[in-house]
């Protein structure tokens, strides 16, 4: 993956997921993160400021801070010395084997809320002090380390994630249709058909394409290819996987389709998409965003 100079002013073309980033900062200088995600930084060393609409906050050591990508914030380093900020990135799109319809669309509504959006997590709190802990103990390029990654974002904005599910009968098939998505994880449409999920919802396909248009706002046919594109692109990016292969692991039984549909939803071919965001084997390995080229002594 290719990870750009902040202080450019370049936006990432495809931001690292649950991969853990440094960010090192001269004195006085600052640094926007750039994500349509949600994001945790951590402060490892000097003092600065975190500056959004919607807050203010001095920063030292160990401070952690949470915001979502809607919210424009920044980091700025102090005049009399630099910071260095550890860094991931959540973007619920690419959980889409991880978790449910339904916690995806929480997680976006939590996005837009004032207590979610944007919070400043003092060094001695049990989530600063748990970052810190897993940042320094854990195998980066572990299975373990991402899971406990996304573990902390959960804690600090899932307690309403554990939301009671009514089970009593629900005659209206709208209704079954979002309890069906509130449950299951968005990557279980690929497994099953229009026909399997009209008898699972009591009703006939043609019925249910009406009614899950309107509830999800695509056809089931677009929900599916919008899934296996969103696989496709994450395996090009983070794996050195033949784009044959890719398109098999995606469900296309066809390159010549995968390729089609690919293109038409991101404008490059999948090799040229990849060969745009260079991301074969970058996901696993700790990243590196120097903001100011200059180097600098932390007092």
Not at 40 to 53: A, D, F, H, P
Request: positive net charge.
């Amino acid at each position: 993956m290719k990870i750009v100079d902040a202080a450019n002013g370049l936006s990432h073309p495809y931001t690292p997921h649950l991969l853990m980033r440094t960010v090192a900062l001269a004195p006085g200088k600052e640094w926007s993160p750039q994500s349509s995600g949600w994001t945790l930084i951590q402060v490892e060393s000097g003092t600065g400021y975190w500056l959004c609409r919607q807050s203010r906050a001095e920063l030292e050591t160990g401070t952690a801070i949470l915001f979502a990508g809607e919210v424009p914030g920044r980091v700025l380093a102090s005049c009399l010395n630099g910071m260095v900020l550890r860094f991931f990135t959540v973007i619920p799109e690419r959980l889409c084997g991880l978790i449910t319809q339904g916690e995806q669309d929480f997680l976006k509504r939590a996005s837009g809320r004032k207590e979610f959006a944007c919070q400043v997590v003092p060094p001695t709190s049990p989530i600063a002090v748990k970052m810190h802990s897993i940042i320094d103990n854990q195998n980066q390029a572990s299975l373990l380390f991402r899971l406990s990654l996304l573990q902390l974002l959960v804690e600090l904005i899932g307690k309403d994630l554990e939301q009671p599910v009514s089970h009593h009968a629900h005659t209206d098939v709208k209704e079954r249709l979002q309890l069906f998505l509130l449950e299951t994880p968005p990557a279980a449409l690929l497994e099953i058909s229009i026909e399997e999920l009209a008898q699972m919802t009591h009703c006939t396909p043609r019925h249910l394409s009406r009614v899950f248009y309107d509830v999800v706002g695509m056809s089931f046919r677009d929900k599916r290819a919008e899934i296996r594109l969103g696989r496709a692109r994450e395996l090009l990016a983070t794996s050195e996987s033949k784009v044959v292969d890719v398109a098999l692991k995606s469900g296309y039984k066809s390159l010549s389709l995968f390729n089609r549909m690919f293109t038409r939803r991101f404008g490059l071919s999948p090799g040229k998409w990849r060969q745009k965001n260079g991301g074969k084997k970058d996901a696993v390995v700790k990243a590196h965003v120097l903001v100011n080229q200059s180097r600098f002594r932390m007092s």
